[in-house]
């Protein structure tokens, strides 16, 4: 199956997770999409296909003949869609030979260069975008339709030497809890790759260190009329303890190695009030700096407010760098193989977190490989069909490294 027609094929699985859900996976419409997946692994002659209670779903690419002794490489992408916006019934729209301008999604809504600049690097490439009213799944459909269209390729060269390989698709990264039950043991692998970048070229292996913090406010609803020195409005204080955030550490105003404090959620009454936020820095001193002020603000206030304020703080994942470094051949390789794909490499740090992280920590060292996916989460997702070719070779050009 052609690389295009396996994409278009994913994104019309609606895979939403659900981050109030108690079940795993989150919900079972994954399991759909996972299941599918591994029939086709097996239709395509991969073995060892498994799709265990939780919805990991794994297959083997056996090893060429004399290369049974390199290193098992694992290929690793999830099949969820982010809870930010509906990922059913997916219309995606094709640009053959993109010129660069204004891409007019829907009668009422156009993508515009002036809003996302980074759309004049991919003229000349075929785009394929949203309608505008829901989200495409490039994130991480198309990593998934990479990796078994690379696997596919393989299976029917058997010519290219490689090592065994082995592929893995998980549920529930969008609601952070992507590789919870997964059996890294049973996966196998010695080293493997996410392939959930976005722009042509990245390759990442520093990802935030990150951190939720949840605060609940008890306060004490008082008629108005007679509410001096006695009321204590949850809302207002919930707003106090925002306005101590420092204004310049939120996310539209960071980039690079920045961290930040991001409030993702805010309900209220007088009587009570919870506000959430994440905490991200990839550097491990400012990112326990970032914890012990927010604890601080919350005792100021508690003091303030006669312990109205109660805080849960839960660490979520660390930064992989400590983890690959360690291993120089996982990225030297990477680079090559994107070299050797026409591609340049890119390497930075990831402005959020992924599967690999979590996995790098659970013995699976795991950097991050571009897919060509773009504006994930939302209404102006789109991807680079040209840069997902790429990315498909890069992944065969590292099955083929690594037997060297």
């Not at 290219?160 to 996966?187: C, L, M, N, S, Y």
């Not at 306060?219 to 955030?245: D, F, Q, T, W």
Request: charged share 25%; net charge negative; hydrophobic share 40%.
């Amino acid at each position: 199956m052609e690389l295009k027609d396996r994409f278009l094929k994913y994104v019309s699985f609606d895979t939403q997770s659900d981050e109030n859900s108690q079940t795993y996976p989150s919900t079972d419409k994954q399991l759909v999409l996972l299941n599918h997946l591994a029939e086709e692994m097996r239709t395509l002659g991969m073995t060892d296909v498994t799709t265990d209670k939780y919805g990991y779903t794994m297959g083997t690419i056996p090893a060429t003949p004399g290369c049974e002794h390199a290193p098992v490489i694992g290929f690793i992408a999830h099949v969820d869609t982010a809870p930010d916006m509906s990922g059913a019934g997916v219309k995606p729209h094709i640009i053959e030979n993109y010129d660069g301008q204004d891409i007019q999604l829907n009668a009422s809504l156009t993508m515009r260069v002036e809003d996302f600049p980074e759309l004049s690097e991919f003229k000349g490439h075929t785009l394929i975008h949203t309608d505008g009213t829901t989200l495409l799944g490039a994130d991480d459909k198309a990593g998934v339709a990479e990796i078994m269209t690379a696997a596919e390729y393989l299976i029917a060269h058997p010519e290219i030497a490689h090592g065994k390989i082995r592929i893995g698709f998980t549920p529930d990264e969008e609601i952070g809890r992507g590789v919870d039950f997964f059996d890294v043991a049973a996966f196998g692998a010695d080293f493997a790759y996410t392939v959930d970048g976005g722009f042509e070229g990245e390759l990442e292996y520093e990802n935030f260190n990150a951190a939720s913090a949840k605060v609940h406010v008890q306060g004490r609803n008082v008629h108005p009329g007679y509410a001096k020195n006695k009321m204590i409005n949850a809302i207002e204080v919930a707003c106090e303890l925002n306005s101590l955030i420092p204004a310049t550490e939120r996310p539209q105003y960071t980039e690079g190695y920045e961290g930040f404090y991001h409030c993702v959620g805010f309900n209220g009454t007088v009587e009570t009030a919870d506000i959430a936020y994440i905490i991200r820095d990839h550097d491990a001193e400012r990112f326990e700096q970032k914890k012990v002020y927010m604890w601080s603000c919350v005792d100021l206030l508690n003091k303030k407010y006669g312990g109205a304020l109660t805080l849960t703080l839960k660490d979520q994942y660390y930064n992989m760098r400590k983890m690959v470094e360690p291993h120089p051949q996982l990225i030297e390789l990477a680079m090559k193989a994107m070299k050797d794909a026409g591609v340049v490499p890119v390497v930075r740090p990831i402005r959020g977190g992924t599967d690999g992280a979590r996995l790098s920590f659970m013995g699976l060292p795991c950097p991050n490989l571009f897919t060509g996916g773009m504006n994930f989460h939302g209404k102006f997702e789109y991807c680079s069909l040209t840069t997902m070719q790429r990315a498909m070779q890069v992944i065969v050009n590292l099955a083929e490294l690594w037997a060297k």
